[in-house]
């Protein structure tokens, strides 16, 4: 739709100004940085960072029922810079100009309401989100087109020379910053660190077909993560990991969309996340807190953060009810076939500590909830969801499992809606589908896998043949009729089909 068209107390909305006063607040110190250079921890004290814009009064000024037709009528905008997460421009990084803004067709994945089987399995009306449809095929993408439009902003106004970005990656951020580096491949290169052997060939291929460097070495993410940091405190690179707080921005989007999608009502809503390096949960909590406290929403919904019991570190410190007593200790983790998530120490965890406070404080009850699930849960959770018409990788399977075990625990009531953050596309973990059809996990995953669910191809062989095509050597067509009528009865026969 033209801008013309649209309602006149719109227009003036619809195309947003870069008006925000944006700095990096450090957790530990609250002290402020400014955001014309990449910074990723404190310089006082070391503490991660969260972004935030001292001119929020501009965006509350504009009020909750306003923003909410400003979002609606952009849905119907054709604006290249405004098609992705950017929809939400005021509240993710108002300081970025349009012509800026990288879109790669992030962001806007749909929401797809489980079957009656699944809700009968679950006993709760619930959703997927399903973030692998994504360009790279996970929801990293979300923070990566605001990161790098930040750095295409800041290489432009700052003159900035060739820019090498790095990150370590369980597979998807990896595949996502190649992808977007990829684009801007003018001043921008790539490099990823991977652990050798723990992501999957698919996602190996993805940075890989974009063109980054790809560095695999020993160890598992968690160290992987240590030297990239190293990295990054004493080299000249722009780091991708959502240590870098404009991820987060980008990240928060995912709540946006659902608020939006659920006509801006989610009280009765309980948001399901997988919780790895801990970037999405907090980008979910800061999303709902800020929509809620610019009025756009009036209730928060609750959040249930969930862990695999071989990667369980945010899981264990919150098993201790007394917030004074709660202390972190990270994990070592063990093999888990929700391997993007299989990480033991998670950088985000000073922002969950203070985001779960605050939203547990602003709802005025307890809304942010942790569970913890088997990998047996999350492998039997991923095939029967897509058993049943989804898309869900071992991670959107581990949503599912983490669903049920809040339900269990008496944290959701069965009047409410869940919506299931499936992170990623089932194809990029089609490893571990094979594992649990071909019943080959090996003793440390302890998976024991369902023979009803099982399925793997059957070969047809018909018994009186003997010639079969194959390239170049076409059969007779005498040959070829004996062949189609051997094959058409023994499928016939495998398949128990009735004769017409
Ligand atoms: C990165 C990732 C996660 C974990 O998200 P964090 O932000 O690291 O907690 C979960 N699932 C998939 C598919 C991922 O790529
Ligand atoms: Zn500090």
Not at 10 to 21: A, F
Request: charged share 25%.
């Amino acid at each position: 739709m033209e801008i013309n068209q649209f309602p006149e107390d719109i227009r003036p909305y619809l195309l947003p100004e870069p008006r925000g006063l944006m700095v990096y607040r450090c957790l530990g110190c609250a002290r402020e940085f400014d955001i014309t250079r990449l910074l990723y921890t404190c310089a006082e004290c070391g503490s991660v960072l969260l972004l935030h814009d001292k001119n929020k009064h501009l965006i509350n000024g504009v009020g909750g029922k306003k923003w909410r037709e400003i979002f609606d009528y952009r849905r119907m905008l054709n604006h290249n810079a405004l098609k992705g997460v950017f929809r939400y421009y005021e509240f993710i990084a108002p300081i970025i100009p349009l012509d800026r803004i990288i879109y790669l067709g992030e962001g806007h994945t749909p929401l797809v309401e489980a079957n009656n089987r699944l809700k009968e399995r679950v006993g709760l009306d619930f959703y997927f989100k399903n973030d692998g449809l994504n360009p790279s095929a996970s929801f990293k993408d979300r923070g990566m087109a605001c990161a790098l439009s930040y750095i295409n902003y800041l290489a432009k106004n700052e003159h900035m020379g060739k820019i090498l970005a790095i990150c370590a990656s369980t597979g998807d951020t990896s595949a996502s910053a190649a992808l977007y580096a990829s684009y801007l491949e003018d001043f921008l290169k790539s490099a990823v660190l991977l652990p050798q052997g723990k992501v999957t060939p698919q996602q190996l291929s993805q940075p890989l077909g974009s063109g980054a460097r790809v560095l695999e070495m020993p160890g598992v993410f968690d160290d992987c993560m240590e030297v990239v940091e190293s990295l990054a405190e004493n080299y000249d690179v722009a780091l991708l990991n959502s240590k870098n707080s404009w991820r987060i921005l980008g990240q928060e989007s995912f709540s946006f969309e659902i608020a939006q999608d659920f006509d801006y009502e989610v009280g009765d809503k309980t948001v399901v996340v997988p919780i790895g390096n801990a970037g999405n949960i907090t980008a979910v909590m800061s999303g709902f807190l800020k929509f809620y406290k610019s009025g756009v929403i009036d209730r928060l919904p609750k959040i249930v953060g969930v862990q695999s019991e071989h990667a369980d570190p945010v899981y264990r410190y919150y098993q201790e009810k007394d917030s004074f007593r709660r202390n972190f200790v990270p994990v070592t983790v063990r093999p888990s076939v929700a391997q993007a998530a299989m990480i033991g120490n998670p950088v985000s965890m000073p922002r969950v500590i203070e985001l779960a406070k605050e939203y547990d404080k602003t709802a005025g009850e307890r809304k942010i909830f942790v569970v913890q699930v088997s990998e047996q849960e999350i492998m039997d959770s991923m095939v029967v969801a897509n058993r049943n018409g989804n898309i869900a990788c071992t991670q959107g399977g581990e949503s599912l499992a983490g669903l049920q075990k809040a339900v269990e625990a008496g944290y959701i009531k069965s009047s409410e809606v869940g919506v299931l953050d499936s992170t990623a596309h089932v194809l990029k973990f089609s490893v571990f589908q094979d594992m649990y059809f071909n019943n080959t996990f090996g003793p440390e995953f302890n998976v024991i896998p369902k023979p009803e669910l099982a399925n793997t191809p059957v070969q047809v062989h018909p018994k009186g043949l003997s010639r079969y095509p194959s390239t170049g050597q076409p059969l007779s067509e005498d040959e070829m009729k004996t062949f189609i009528r051997e094959m058409t009865a023994e499928i016939a026969r495998i398949l128990n089909l009735e004769k017409r």
